[in-house]
């Protein structure tokens, strides 16, 4: 379905056909907005075009043939759309290196490109993770006080977005009133609450929220590491420390703490604030180090040469197919690092070289529960196999 032509469009989003601005665009296309999603990927565009969500989000498929019914959502390749719609909204993805360090200019690379396109009397609000004072930045490069900036911060769980964005308040600032007052006006029509913000408020409520969680995760998981060195199982003490007692309600469960935005986040403020982030700093070395911290419990116990080791569950979080940043594929390279024969399986993921979990089960001496899909709730395991599940999502593992 091409673009619209006359310059009528509502919404464009760039990068619109990513986790974060596909169900975004979906939401507000539902509201009777006309929607341009803007991408590269001409496999995604294909999907979408033909009524199929490209990745998993709860709710959306109902959504997506609606307003493709309705032409509220359209799909474009082509740059020029962007000057068409009167909201430009960005959510381009914004990913760390491979050595796990922050690029502060990509994004304001990727900006420089789209500024030509850009027309008097359009706000641009950005919802992919930035760098703070990167809206600033944005500014001064545009030169334009006719364009408005504003940063509205994503704040969803991957794979429930469109419950979200009409449930949850949204954070919206701007380089000005204006700004800020046009990008409020056009997410009221799908959240419930705005709170409006300072740029420099908004920034750091992002990240401080996403750091929180991330430490969160992380005490927990410290936690179930000292107790299994010391020979007690750690599920077991944290129902105890929770019973009936309230000021322990919010303990997570121990697991692998990965994705897209809770380790990035925790990475961008510390290197904001001059490295100086000592409990992020902390969490991260904490959480990072529980695929080695199985392997080498592993290692103790068993020769893993002549092992074979399988990990179910390769998504980075229950019930989704979304593996960006997934601690499932450390723990992989780790265990190929010592020498084991590694199977993995995935309910969600389509990978050629992934076997079925019935394969699975029946040809690994150790399996390790590496995301806790709800499909393995009741999987019955053979009585000779060594199970690893921090989750504790099996109810009849040996472990």
Known sequence: MPAKKARDLD???????????????????????DVCLYDISRDRAGSVRQGI????????????????????????HDINVISRARYVIIAIGTPIDKNRNTNQHAFLDAFKKLKRYLRNGQTIIVRSTIYPQTC???????????????????????????????????IVSGIDSDST???????????????KTSLEEAELIKFFTNAWRYIQFAITNE?????????????????????GYERMANLPSAGFTAGPCLFKDTLYLTAFN????????????????????????????????????????MAFKADIDDKR???????????????????????????????????????????????????YRNIRFPKNVEVVDLWKVTKKAKR
């Open 53 to 76: 969500m490209p990745f998993i989000e709860y709710g959306a498929q109902p959504i997506l043939k609606r307003v493709l019914k309705d032409k509220r959502l359209s799909i474009s």
């Open 274 to 313: 001059r490295n100086n982030f000592k409990l992020g700093r902390s969490a991260m070395t904490v959480n990072e180090g529980l695929p080695g911290f199985i392997v080498n419990k592993l290692k103790k116990k068993f020769n893993l040469k002549k092992k074979v080791v399988g990990i179910l569950g």
């Open 181 to 195: 007052n046009e990008a409020a006006k056009l997410f009221k029509r799908i959240s419930s609450k705005i709170i």
């Open 325 to 375: 940043d997934s601690l499932s594929y450390k723990l992989l390279r780790i265990l190929k690092s010592k020498g084991a024969r590694v199977l993995c399986s995935d309910e969600y993921i389509d990978d050629p070289s992934f076997v079925s979990s019935k394969r699975l089960l029946k040809e690994c001496d150790i399996v390790i529960i590496g995301a806790p899909h709800s499909a």
């Open 11 to 33: 919404i464009v989003i760039v990068g619109g056909l990513g986790y974060i601005g596909l169900p975004l665009g979906l939401v507000f296309a539902d509201k009777g907005f």
């Open 136 to 170: 600033r930045k944005m500014y001064k490069i545009l030169r334009n006080e006719k364009i408005g900036i504003a940063y509205c911060p994503e704040r969803i769980v991957q794979g429930y977005a469109i419950k979200e964005l009409k449930k949850l308040p949204q």
């Open 223 to 243: 936690l179930y590491m000292i107790s299994d060195n010391y020979g007690v199982e750690y599920d077991k003490i944290r129902s105890i420390m929770c019973d």
